[in-house]
T-cell receptor
Framework: GQQLNQSPQSMFIQEGEDVSMNCTSS?????WLWYKQDPGEGPVLLIA?????ELTSNGRLTAQFGITRKDSFLNISASIPSDVGIYFC?????????????FGKGTLLTVNP | EAGVTQFPSHSVIEKGQTVTLRCDPI?????LYWYRRVMGKEIKFLLH????????ESGMPNNRFLAERTGGTYSTLKVQPAELEDSGVYFC????????????FGSGTRLTVV
């Protein structure tokens, strides 16, 4: 089945620093998504990317859909303590009745105030 | 509007017992999805309902797992008999339209099989 390689597995940064994480896949996706999970909660959608090469921002977050459709990155600028959590990338390949998401293993982000 | 509700939030059972997880989707959402995250691994798709019909159950691990969605409202996921490797967090999500946009996840049920 499809697999996503997400890196890094974890990051420990100082408040105010920028963060970058990425996902790569051996197969293409039509859609790339980035989710954040806070402790005890479910994943919450941060950014959705629908077109190869697309660069999208949501506040301090910026994500790009790779031109090959096999990768994506997420940047967080000027991190703050509430950015702490697990960030997941997910790919989706529309086709027929297939709407399932394929997730990466997550990046655990810790922000030191 | 109320979000996706999952019950229980935690469950600890012994190997061989039966457990039933419940998911109440957002009202009016025809699409309901189950996912599972085993500790340290990726969140994996289990199955997808459209109303009461199973659209895709390709991710169900084996026949010890049974999902139902009677009447197209809430859904249950039963594990019988539970094994140690079934431990993990089970997430439910719902959407009005098919596709990722508008996918809302519940807080999950943490299942521990001892």
């Amino acid at each position: 089945g499809q697999q996503l390689n997400q890196s890094p597995q974890s990051m420990f940064i100082q408040e105010g620093e920028d963060v970058s994480m990425n996902c790569t896949s051996s197969s293409i996706f039509n859609t790339w998504l980035w989710y954040k999970q806070d402790p005890g909660e479910g994943p919450v959608l941060l950014i959705a990317l629908y077109k190869a090469g697309e660069l999208t921002s949501n506040g301090r977050l910026t994500a790009q859909f790779g031109i090959t459709r096999k990768d994506s990155f997420l940047n967080i600028s000027a991190s703050i303590p509430s950015d702490v959590g697990i960030y997941f990338c997910a790919g989706q390949l529309f086709g027929g009745s297939n709407y399932k998401l394929t997730f990466g293993k997550g990046t655990l982000l810790t922000v030191n105030p | 509007e109320a979000g996706v509700t999952q019950f229980p939030s935690h469950s600890v059972i012994e190997k061989g017992q039966t457990v039933t997880l419940r998911c109440d989707p957002i009202s009016g959402h025809d699409n309901l999805y189950w996912y599972r995250r085993v500790m340290g691994k990726e969140i994996k798709f289990l199955l997808h309902f459209v109303k009461e019909s199973k659209q895709d159950e390709s991710g169900m691990p084996n026949n010890r797992f049974l999902a139902e969605r009677t009447g197209g409202t809430y859904s249950t996921l039963k594990v019988q008999p539970a094994e140690l490797e079934d431990s993990g967090v089970y997430f439910c999500a719902s959407s009005q339209r098919q596709g990722a946009y508008g996918y809302t996840f519940g807080s999950g049920t943490r299942l521990t099989v001892v």
